[in-house]
């Protein structure tokens, strides 16, 4: 699904070059859920980006559904991502004067799909994730915890290839991290979707299938969690 070959990137300031990742190769395959784990400064978010084609590298080649997407152009890539990646983000980023349901649309209306098709798809995910009944309030009226469960549903409305989740936990409770985890794991499980999850925590990664480590830049491991942390994931 997803596979990055001798990826490195630069930053450039002034005469100074700064090189944030350097000769990044790994595979991940389609249904699997991943980990990127790195602490602040590891490079887990340049490389995030580069994977959703925010940013081109300045080495390597990074294909998604055997697509490269390094070798795309500014509107091709525009148009793949609308198509093959969804994203979930640490602060949710609903826009406020949306309803719940309208937010999940979003991206297909973007799509030109058709309200009805829109409306039937953001009401089937609404309960897909546990919250039914909020489709027609606005996100201010409902907790974090919600809020990342519609950020959830509107990551997955495309059916995407793959989704990159940027610390989805990361302002969230210890009792409603492990809510939303237990949320990604069964969406995985059932629709067989694609996740990468960035994160900084060696506890939200060991709810994963692999954990993808880095390090200065670098790729310090690839590896699936220790059998008895993995237990849960296996479950």
Known sequence: MLRVEGLSHAFKNGNETTLVLQQISFVVHKGEMVALL??????????????????????GEIYIADNN???????KLAEFRRTHIGFIF??????????????????????????????????KLLEQVGI??????FPSQLSGGQQQRVSIARSLITEPSVIFADEPT??????TE??????????NRTMNTTFIIVTHEREVANQTQH???????????????????AEEVIQ
């Open 90 to 123: 640490q602060a949710y980023e609903l826009l406020p004067n949306l309803t719940v349901r309208e937010n999940i649309e979003l991206p297909l209306v973007f799509q030109s799909e058709r309200p009805s098709i829109r409306k039937q798809k953001a009401l």
């Open 132 to 137: 039914p009944d909020k489709g027609d309030m």
């Open 69 to 75: 997407i390094v070798k795309m152009n500014e509107n």
């Open 170 to 175: 990361g302002n969230l409770d210890t009792k």
């Open 38 to 59: 790195g602490s602040s400064g590891s490079g887990k978010s340049t490389l995030l980006n580069l994977m959703a084609g925010l940013m081109k590298p300045t080495e």
């Open 178 to 187: 492990e809510e939303i985890l237990a949320i990604l794991k069964e969406l």
């Open 211 to 229: 954990i993808i480590t880095l390090r200065d830049g670098r790729l310090e491991q690839s590896q699936s969690p220790e059998p008895d942390q």
